[in-house]
């Protein structure tokens, strides 16, 4: 099963270098035991863009679709035999990160 875990960020939106040597060691520790898909950070909200093609024209508006003090920081897929396996891995990355994660599994298509 893969499951994605959201890392959630906040105004300061800066990881220290304790939390970044923290999560590239956790990266390596998933590599290393095969649960590694792939993990990425996000940039900040203000330089997203909202894409709206529900009606005739497609509506494109800059900054973030909802405005929050709190959004999506990065992420990490994993692959977990089960969601038990899964919540472990995630309390591993939110110590190692130092923030608070969601985990959610993908739908099997």
């Not at 990881?15 to 290393?32: G, M, S, V, Y």
Request: aromatic share 8%; proline share 6%.
């Amino acid at each position: 099963m893969q499951f994605l875990i959201s890392v959630m960020g906040d105004e300061t939106g800066t990881a220290t270098p304790e939390e970044l040597a923290a999560t590239a060691e956790f990266n390596q520790r998933l590599e290393a035991a095969g649960q590694f898909v792939f993990v990425d950070g996000l940039a900040a909200p203000s330089t997203a863009t909202v894409v709206d093609a529900r009606g005739e024209a497609p509506v494109i508006t800059d900054g973030p679709f909802l405005e929050t003090k709190e959004y999506l920081a990065g992420f990490w897929i994993i692959e977990a035999p089960d969601r038990e396996t899964a919540l472990r891995l995630a309390a591993e990355g939110s110590k190692a990160c130092n923030g608070v994660v969601e985990v959610r599994p993908f739908q099997t298509l």
